[in-house]
C-alpha cells in the first residue's frame, strides 16, 4: 500500500476503533465533535476538579432527584441497566439484556457474578430486590417511587400495607425477576434511573438517614471525603468490574463557587472544569474566541421551553385562540435573547428524543393569519390576560417580547414575574393561571423515551392540583392512545405512534413550543474525552470517560 | 449586675420566641410547597402528595410549630429538604468559618478605622482629615459585591497574589475580610472623629495638655478611653451581625459560612434550614448585644446597671 494511502487508511481504522470502543454515538455532527471523536489516546491518572456553585443534596440514589447530583450518584453507584453513549439501554451489573415474557409484563434479570460493592461484599440477586422495594418503602421518602407502582404488589408497599412488592422475586443468587401489573416498555428506562442504583442493605442498615452522605456503591468511584459547603473528593475505584475503567484517579468537586469567580479560576488552571452554565456575561465572549474552541462542549438539551395555555380557561379553552397564540410568537427572537443558547422548537419533544418528528413544520410565525384566526373565534379586537414567568434574568426579557409579539394581534398580555416556588404552586393550581411561560422551569426528561413528554405534563392524570400539567390539558382520545403505547413493543411502530399522537397534541395545540436549551460545557485544555462525556444526554457528565493531560 | 443580666436573658427569650414565630408564619406564608422541594421538581402530584404526608406536613400549621419548639428544645431543628443533614450539624459545620471572618473582618475595620479616625479628628480640617472623610463616604457607598469582585479579580487574578475563592489556606481570609474591614473600618473612624473631637474638648483634656502633657499621651491616655465608646457599640453590633453570616462577601468568595448557607436555603425554599439560620442568627445578635452592654459596664464605670 502507498505511504499516502496508508495515512489515511491508519487514520480511517483508528478514528473507527474510536467508534467502537465508545459506542459512540453522533447525535448531531459537528467539526468539533469529530475533531473529539478522532483518535486521543486516553491517558490514565489525574485528579480532575470540577467548581459548582450549590453542594449537592445527597448521594444516596433513592433520594436524589435533580440534575446535579445524578451525574455524581453515578460516580459511586451502577444499576442493572444503563445508557451508552447515546439513548440506547445497555446491560450494566445485568450480564446481559433482561429476558421479556408474558407479553411484557415479566422481566427477568441476570447479574454479573463479579461485581463487588466498595466494602468487597459481591452484589447479588437480594441486593437488586432489596433497591427496589427500598425506594418503593414510605419510610425512605424517595420522590422515585412512583416510577416502579406498575411492579405487582407496589401500591401496597408504598401504602405501608407490605414491606416487599410480590413481583418482586429473587429466583436465585444472581437472578431477580419483575413483575408488572400490565406491560410497560419504559420499565428497562425506569431500571436505568438513579433510583434503581443497587445499594448495600448492611450499609443502608447502619448508616440510616446518613448514608447519603457515606455512600457505598459498585461504581468507578470512591467518595473518600465530604465537607460540607467545600469539597466532595472521590478517587478511582481500583477493584470495578468494568476493566479499563475510569481513566482518572480522582474528582473533586469544589462547592460554593461563584460562576464568574469559577470561570476566572478555569482560566487561571485551578480548575479543571465548570459544573455550571458559564455566566450570562462572559457567555459571548468565551463561545467568540478561537481559544476556547476546543474546551467548549456543545449539546442540544432533553428539554422544551414553551407557554403554556390553560385550556379550561376562557378564552384559552378555544382551540382556535391557542392556534392564533403560536401563530403570533416570533421564536427566532427568543433564541437571539439567549445568545444562541437555544434552537427553535416546533413540537413537544426535544431533538434528541427518540420520536422526535425531524420533519414536522409546526405553526408558522404569521401575525395575519393569527389575527384572522383570532378573529374567527370570536376575538376580533383581541382579549387581556396575564402572562405568568420566572422573575429571574433572562425570563421576564423573554416574557416581554411575548407580550410585543402578542400585542400585534391585539393580545394585551400583562406579564407577572414570580419566584420559583409561587409560579409551581401556583400553575399547579386550577382556574389560576391562564398563561405561563416555563422558561427556566422548563420540563427536563427523566429518561430518554417520549412517554416521559406526556404522562406527566400533558396526561389526563397530571391535570391535577399541584400537578406539573400546566394547560390542565386532557384529551381522552389522546390519552387512551398514549397508554397504548406503553405497552407496544415493536419500537419503529411505537415511535410511529408517538410521532402520530404528538401530532394531535399540536393540533390542540396546549403549548406555543418556543426553544430547546442548549448546554455548553467549559473544560480547560488539559482535559479530554468524547464530546458525550461532557453532554451526555442522560447523564450530563458521563466522568469514568474523561481523562486529562 | 447580675439583676440587670438575669433581666436581659428573660427577654432575650422572649424575643427568640417572637423570632421563631414570625419566620416559622412567614416561611409557611410563601406559596411554596416545601414537599415540593423535598421531592424535586419533577416528581408527581401523587409523590409530592406522599411525601407531604410523610413529613408531617399536612397538619395544621399550630401543631406544626408545637412540635417544632418541642423538638427544637431537645436540640434538634429538624432535617434540611435540600442537603439532607440536621439543620444544627450543617450550621455548626459553617459557624466557624463565619466566626474566623466575622474576627479577621472586625481586626481590619479597627486597624483601618481607628488610626485614622484619630488623625481626622486630631488634624482637623487639614488634608487629612479631608481625605479621610472623602474615603469613608466612598467606602460606605461602595456595595460589598462589587468591592469583593474588583479585589478578587485584581488580586487573584490580575496579579494572583491571594487565592481565587474558597477557604484553602491561611490567605483566603485576606481578600473577604479586607472587603468587609474597608467599609465598615471608614465608618468607624467617621464615628470615632466625631467622638474624638468631642472629647478633645473636654476640659480635662485642656487641663491634661496645660500640664505639658505630650500630645500623644493625651491623646492615647486621656482622649481615646472616653472617645471608644461608639466604636464598642459598632464592634458589638458587627459582631453579632457577622457571626450570623455575612451573606454577600461569603456568596462572592465562596466562603463556606452560615450567610452562604441561609442564602442556599432561601434560594432553595428550604424552611428547616431558613428556620435553623434565622433562629441562630437571633440568638448570637442577643448573647452579643448582652456581652456588648455588659462590657461597657468595665470600659466606662460611670455606667451603673440596676
Redesign the interface.
Known amino acids: 500500500m502507498r505511504p499516502r494511502l496508508m495515512g489515511r487508511f491508519v487514520v480511517a481504522l483508528v478514528v473507527m476503533l474510536g467508534l467502537g470502543l465508545g459506542g459512540y454515538h453522533v447525535a448531531s455532527g459537528s467539526p468539533a465533535k469529530a475533531s473529539r471523536l478522532a483518535s486521543q489516546q486516553p491517558k490514565y491518572g489525574g485528579v480532575l476538579t470540577q467548581g459548582f456553585q450549590?453542594?449537592l443534596?445527597?448521594l444516596?440514589p433513592a433520594?436524589a432527584?435533580?440534575w446535579d447530583n445524578w451525574p455524581v450518584v453515578k460516580m459511586v453507584f451502577d444499576g442493572l441497566l444503563d445508557y451508552n453513549s447515546g439513548t440506547k439501554i445497555v446491560p450494566r451489573i445485568a450480564a446481559r439484556m433482561p429476558k421479556v415474557t408474558d407479553g411484557g409484563r415479566v422481566y427477568t434479570f441476570s447479574l454479573r457474578h463479579n461485581v463487588h460493592f466498595t466494602n468487597g461484599r459481591l452484589v447479588t440477586a437480594a441486593d437488586a430486590a432489596y433497591t427496589i422495594n427500598r425506594v418503593l418503602s414510605?419510610a425512605t421518602?424517595s420522590?422515585g417511587?412512583?416510577f416502579y407502582l406498575d411492579i405487582k404488589g407496589a401500591p401496597q408497599v408504598?401504602a405501608g400495607k407490605a414491606k416487599t412488592a410480590s413481583g418482586i422475586k429473587v429466583l436465585n443468587k444472581f437472578t431477580v425477576q419483575f413483575t408488572l401489573i400490565k406491560p410497560d416498555v419504559t420499565f428497562l428506562n425506569e431500571m436505568a434511573m438513579n433510583f434503581a442504583y443497587i445499594v448495600p442493605k448492611e450499609v443502608v442498615q447502619k448508616e440510616g438517614?446518613n448514608f447519603?452522605?457515606k455512600p457505598v456503591g459498585t461504581g468507578p468511584f470512591i467518595m473518600k471525603q465530604w465537607?460540607?459547603?467545600?469539597k466532595i473528593v472521590f478517587v478511582r475505584n481500583p477493584h470495578y468490574f468494568i476493566k479499563g475503567d475510569p481513566y482518572l484517579s480522582g474528582v473533586t468537586l469544589?462547592?460554593?463557587?461563584?460562576p464568574?469567580?469559577a470561570l476566572?479560576?478555569l482560566?487561571?488552571g485551578?480548575l479543571d472544569m465548570l459544573g455550571d452554565p458559564i455566566p450570562g456575561p462572559d457567555f459571548l465572549s468565551i463561545k467568540n474566541n478561537p481559544k476556547y474552541k476546543n474546551m467548549l462542549v456543545r449539546e442540544v438539551e432533553p428539554e422544551t421551553s414553551y407557554i403554556a395555555m390553560n385550556t379550561r380557561m376562557k378564552p384559552f379553552n378555544n382551540v382556535l385562540v391557542r392556534r392564533a397564540i403560536n401563530m403570533a410568537i416570533d421564536k427566532r427572537r427568543i433564541v437571539q435573547l439567549l445568545n444562541g443558547r437555544g434552537v427553535v422548537a416546533n413540537q413537544v419533544l426535544p431533538p434528541l428524543m427518540p420520536g422526535y418528528n425531524p420533519h414536522y413544520k409546526g405553526y408558522p410565525y404569521n401575525p395575519a393569519a393569527a389575527k384572522k384566526l383570532l378573529a374567527k373565534a370570536g376575538y376580533p379586537h383581541g382579549f387581556s390576560t396575564q402572562l405568568y414567568t420566572l422573575n429571574v434574568d433572562p425570563q421576564p426579557r423573554i416574557a416581554e417580547s411575548f407580550q410585543a409579539d402578542l400585542q400585534q394581534i391585539g393580545v394585551k398580555a400583562s406579564v407577572v414575574p414570580l419566584?420559583?416556588?409561587?409560579i409551581?404552586?401556583?400553575a399547579?393550581t386550577p382556574g389560576k393561571v391562564p398563561m405561563i411561560w416555563s422558561g427556566g422551569?422548563a420540563?427536563?426528561q427523566?429518561f430518554p423515551d417520549p412517554s416521559d413528554f406526556y404522562g406527566?405534563i400533558l396526561g389526563c392524570g397530571?391535570a391535577?392540583?399541584?400537578?406539573?400539567n400546566w394547560p390542565f390539558f386532557c384529551d381522552r382520545t389522546i390519552d387512551a392512545q398514549a397508554n397504548k403505547l406503553l405497552g407496544m413493543n415493536n419500537r419503529t411502530k411505537r415511535l410511529a405512534g408517538y410521532r402520530s399522537m404528538y401530532n394531535k397534541v399540536m393540533q390542540q395545540a396546549p403549548w406555543v413550543p418556543v426553544d430547546n436549551d442548549v448546554k455548553y460545557v467549559l473544560h480547560g485544555p488539559q482535559v479530554h474525552g468524547p464530546y458525550w462525556a461532557f453532554v451526555h444526554n442522560v447523564h450530563t457528565f458521563f466522568y469514568e470517560h474523561i481523562w486529562k493531560s | 449586675m447580675t439583676t440587670y443580666i438575669a433581666r436581659r436573658l428573660l427577654l432575650a427569650v422572649l424575643v427568640v420566641w417572637g423570632v421563631s414565630v414570625l419566620t416559622f408564619v412567614l416561611a409557611y406564608m410563601v406559596p411554596a410547597d416545601p414537599a415540593r422541594v423535598y421531592a424535586g421538581s419533577n416528581a408527581t402530584a401523587q409523590t409530592v402528595a406522599h411525601i407531604r404526608q410523610q413529613l408531617g406536613l399536612n397538619r395544621p400549621l399550630p401543631i406544626q410549630y408545637v412540635d417544632y419548639v418541642n423538638r427544637a428544645l431537645h436540640g434538634n431543628f429538624g432535617i434540611s429538604y435540600k442537603l439532607q443533614t440536621p439543620v444544627l450539624t450543617a450550621i455548626m459545620s459553617r459557624f466557624p468559618y463565619s466566626a474566623v471572618l466575622a474576627l479577621a473582618g472586625i481586626f481590619v475595620e479597627l486597624l483601618i478605622g481607628i488610626p485614622i479616625g484619630i488623625l481626622a479628628a486630631v488634624k482637623r480640617g487639614s488634608w487629612l482629615d479631608h481625605s479621610a472623610m472623602g474615603m469613608a463616604m466612598l467606602g460606605v457607598s461602595a456595595p460589598q459585591f462589587w468591592l469583593g469582585l474588583i479585589l478578587l479579580y485584581s488580586f487573584g487574578y490580575v496579579w494572583p497574589i491571594f487565592p481565587l475563592g474558597l477557604a484553602q489556606g491561611p490567605t483566603s481570609i485576606v481578600l473577604p475580610a479586607v472587603t468587609i474591614g474597608l467599609g465598615g473600618g471608614v465608618w468607624y473612624a467617621r464615628i470615632l472623629r466625631s467622638s474624638m473631637l468631642d472629647t478633645l474638648s473636654q476640659d480635662y483634656v485642656r487641663t491634661a495638655r496645660a500640664k505639658g502633657i505630650r500630645k500623644v499621651a493625651v491623646v492615647a491616655r486621656h482622649a481615646l478611653p472616653n472617645a471608644i465608646s461608639p466604636v464598642v457599640t459598632m464592634v458589638g453590633l458587627d459582631m453579632a451581625y457577622f457571626l450570623g453570616g455575612i451573606v454577600v462577601v461569603e456568596s462572592v468568595f465562596g466562603w463556606p459560612g452560615i450567610g452562604q448557607l441561609a442564602y442556599q436555603a432561601i434560594q432553595n425554599d428550604d424552611i428547616p434550614l431558613i428556620m435553623g439560620t434565622v433562629l441562630f442568627a437571633s440568638v448570637i445578635i442577643v448573647l452579643v448585644n448582652i456581652v456588648t452592654d455588659v462590657l461597657y459596664a468595665f470600659l466606662n464605670p460611670r455606667i451603673v446597671y440596676d
Do not use: C, F
Open positions: 450549590n453542594d443534596a445527597t444516596d433520594i432527584y435533580d414510605p421518602k420522590p417511587a412512583s408504598v438517614a447519603g452522605h465537607v460540607p459547603g467545600q469544589e462547592i460554593g463557587l461563584n464568574s469567580v476566572l479560576r482560566q487561571r485551578q419566584s420559583q416556588a409561587t409551581v404552586q401556583k399547579g422551569l420540563w427536563l427523566d406527566p397530571s391535577v392540583q399541584g400537578g406539573w
